[in-house]
């Protein structure tokens, strides 16, 4: 048998072994932390989160909010998407921060998607809010204000609240300003904005019966959510639009049976499944929910079912969805 060759650390050394243990421990730490120093600083991709202020319609008895949308990223409330009735309080609940707010997009002005502008506006003075806010909206026609038009009536000097002129007007000091920008609703081009934070807004103007309508689409750091609005999709730009979107928020307003006037306004149920398909969505968010289609959301489903196959869901009120999880 081959006896054990003595070594640094035997019985008779100790004091010497532990020694050179911290020793090496020592320099093993200082390798690693200068290693690390020079390591470059990988970013995390941010991390985008959607909440539903408002999964309703017009109604006032379905116990939900009206239409809105809240845009999170890395634990802030970046961007909201229409403002319908019950939007500010859910957006309180929700512990968002309206100093963090980088814009408002509207999709059009009913009053189910923007009445609750004036309450955001007048917040913020308790908030002590130091940058402008910009507001993105359709252009005008007979029926319907321009984005400017529409906050110039709530704010201006002859505005239905004129108290709060010195949000708008240049002349007038307060600590921020509201900074309405008009987005073509009308053809077939695609808007695109560049906002803060690297987000990129896109717009395409939609068909809502007679009335100015666009939907929007956000993209961060290749994560994705797309907004159809109000419409039934003539024209199939919403779906240009929505093109491998990895959420697509589609609202569910009228039955498979609907009529011709609502059908003007409104995608049924096969063709929001046929426009989803053909969008190569990942996953498929039902909202803007109304009596109407409340109760037939078995039905809903088998007609969409015929062309897509991904993810379903219904939203509901405060409901949190991440587009990018697996």
């Given at each position: 048998?081959i006896?054990n060759?003595?070594?640094l650390?035997?019985t008779a050394?100790?004091?010497?072994?532990?020694?050179v243990?911290k020793?090496?421990?020592?320099?093993?730490f200082?390798?690693?932390l200068?290693?690390l120093?020079?390591?470059?600083?990988?970013?995390?991709?941010p991390?985008?989160?959607?909440?539903?202020?408002?999964?309703g319609g017009?109604?006032?008895t379905?116990?939900?909010a009206?239409?809105?949308?809240?845009?999170w990223l890395?634990?802030?409330?970046?961007l909201?998407?229409?403002?319908?009735?019950g939007?500010?309080?859910?957006f309180?609940?929700?512990?968002?921060?309206?100093?963090?707010?980088?814009?408002?997009?509207y999709?059009?002005f009913?009053?189910?998607?923007?009445?609750?502008?004036?309450?955001?506006?007048?917040?913020?003075?308790?908030?002590g809010?130091?940058?402008?806010?910009?507001?993105?909206?359709?252009t005008s026609?007979?029926?319907m204000?321009?984005?400017?038009?529409?906050?110039?009536?709530?704010?201006?000097?002859h505005?239905?609240?004129?108290?709060?002129?010195?949000?708008?007007q240049?002349g007038?000091?307060?600590?921020?300003?509201?900074?309405?920008?008009?987005?073509i609703?009308?053809?077939?081009?695609a808007?695109?904005?560049a906002l803060?934070?690297?987000?990129t807004a896109s717009?395409?103007p939609?068909?809502?019966?007679?009335?100015p309508?666009l939907?929007?689409?956000?993209?961060?750091?290749?994560?994705?959510?797309t907004?159809s609005?109000?419409?039934?999709?003539?024209?199939?730009?919403?779906?240009r639009?929505?093109?491998?979107?990895?959420?697509?928020i589609?609202?569910?307003?009228?039955p498979?049976?609907?009529?011709?006037?609502?059908?003007?306004?409104?995608?049924t149920?096969?063709?929001?499944?046929?426009?989803?398909?053909?969008?190569?969505?990942k996953?498929?968010?039902?909202?803007?929910?109304?009596?109407?289609t409340?109760?037939m959301e078995?039905?809903?489903?088998q007609?969409?079912r015929?062309?897509?196959?991904?993810?379903?869901?219904?939203?509901?009120?405060?409901?949190?969805?991440?587009?990018?999880?697996?």
């Amino acid at each position: 048998m081959i006896p054990n060759k003595p070594t640094l650390c035997g019985t008779a050394l100790t004091s010497t072994c532990s020694t050179v243990r911290k020793n090496l421990v020592l320099a093993f730490f200082w390798v690693g932390l200068n290693s690390l120093w020079s390591m470059p600083v990988q970013a995390e991709p941010p991390l985008m989160k959607i909440q539903i202020l408002g999964s309703g319609g017009p109604e006032l008895t379905d116990r939900r909010a009206s239409t809105s949308y809240l845009i999170w990223l890395n634990g802030k409330a970046r961007l909201l998407v229409d403002t319908g009735p019950g939007s500010s309080l859910h957006f309180e609940q929700s512990g968002a921060q309206l100093n963090d707010l980088d814009a408002v997009l509207y999709t059009h002005f009913h009053v189910d998607h923007s009445s609750d502008l004036p309450a955001f506006i007048k917040a913020a003075y308790f908030t002590g809010r130091n940058r402008d806010l910009y507001l993105y909206g359709p252009t005008s026609n007979a029926l319907m204000p321009s984005a400017t038009d529409f906050i110039d009536g709530l704010f201006g000097v002859h505005g239905i609240y004129r108290y709060l002129s010195e949000y708008l007007q240049p002349g007038e000091s307060s600590l921020y300003k509201i900074r309405p920008v008009d987005i073509i609703a009308a053809g077939d081009k695609a808007t695109v904005l560049a906002l803060p934070g690297q987000i990129t807004a896109s717009a395409v103007p939609v068909h809502h019966g007679p009335l100015p309508a666009l939907a929007w689409r956000i993209d961060v750091d290749g994560c994705s959510v797309t907004f159809s609005g109000d419409t039934n999709n003539a024209g199939a730009r919403l779906e240009r639009l929505a093109q491998d979107t990895d959420l697509f928020i589609v609202h569910h307003a009228i039955p498979e049976n609907a009529g011709a006037t609502a059908r003007n306004l409104h995608m049924t149920p096969s063709m929001i499944g046929k426009t989803v398909h053909n969008a190569g969505a990942k996953k498929l968010l039902l909202s803007h929910r109304m009596q109407r289609t409340e109760g037939m959301e078995t039905e809903t489903l088998q007609e969409i079912r015929k062309t897509f196959q991904g993810p379903v869901e219904f939203a509901d009120d405060l409901a949190v969805y991440e587009p990018c999880l697996p």
